[in-house]
């Protein structure tokens, strides 16, 4: 009868071993499942953004087109559904010519009111249009229309294509292949739609 106890004392240690056992291996299911669920949530909300911020082009003109050429270009853009955010100063604005391109970088001062304060240089402003519910300065949010205004490096001639793009830090850049008429008389000249 001795033996059939000390048989049963060697049963109950190798049960509490692999209990043991079993709750360190549970807690290290556990942890490293918390650190995969919160990399998976912060990949999911990154890819997201990516995917689903992005813009929508409502019109793009030109202006100082009685001389047969265009010295400025005006681009009113606004958010697609669903979109993030943006903000401009991490903004980027491409102005694609036949044989020049120039990347113009946001500046607060420039004022897309009048043409003789837009100032030289790879700048470009902002003007709201229409001011959405949670509009703040420096940023495009839900409901906001605004302009984008530029000082072309050279004067664009007629027949020229051109070619803008909005590259933003996050999400899909707008991009606006067009070209300028055949005959420019007026100030105003549409170039898109």
Do not use: H
Not at 22 to 49: D, H, P, R
Not at 55 to 62: D, K, N
Not at 135 to 152: A, E, F
Request: aromatic residues 6%; negative net charge; glycine residues 8%.
């Amino acid at each position: 009868m001795e033996k059939k106890a000390e048989m049963g004392m060697g049963t109950l240690i190798i049960f509490i071993a692999m209990i043991l056992v079993a709750a360190v291996a549970a807690s290290v299911l556990i942890s490293t499942t918390g650190t995969l669920q919160n990399k998976a949530l912060a990949t999911g909300k990154a890819t997201t953004q990516e995917v689903g911020t992005s813009l929508s082009a409502v019109e793009v003109y030109g202006e100082d087109g009685s001389d047969q050429d265009l010295d400025y270009i005006y681009w009113t853009v606004k958010l697609a559904s669903g979109s993030e955010e943006l903000r401009f100063t991490d903004t980027l604005v491409s102005l694609n010519l036949k044989d020049q391109s120039s990347d113009y970088e946001y500046n607060q001062s420039i004022d897309c009111s009048n043409t003789a304060y837009m100032g030289a240089g790879l700048n470009f402003g902002v003007k709201w249009q229409i001011t959405g519910t949670n509009n703040k300065t420096g940023y495009l949010t839900k409901g906001d229309v605004v302009q984008v205004c530029l000082q072309s490096p050279r004067s664009v001639n007629e027949s020229e294509d051109v070619k803008l793009t909005l590259v933003p830090m996050v999400g899909a850049p707008l991009v606006v292949d067009t070209a300028t008429p055949d005959l420019m008389v007026d100030k105003r000249i549409s170039l898109y739609p």
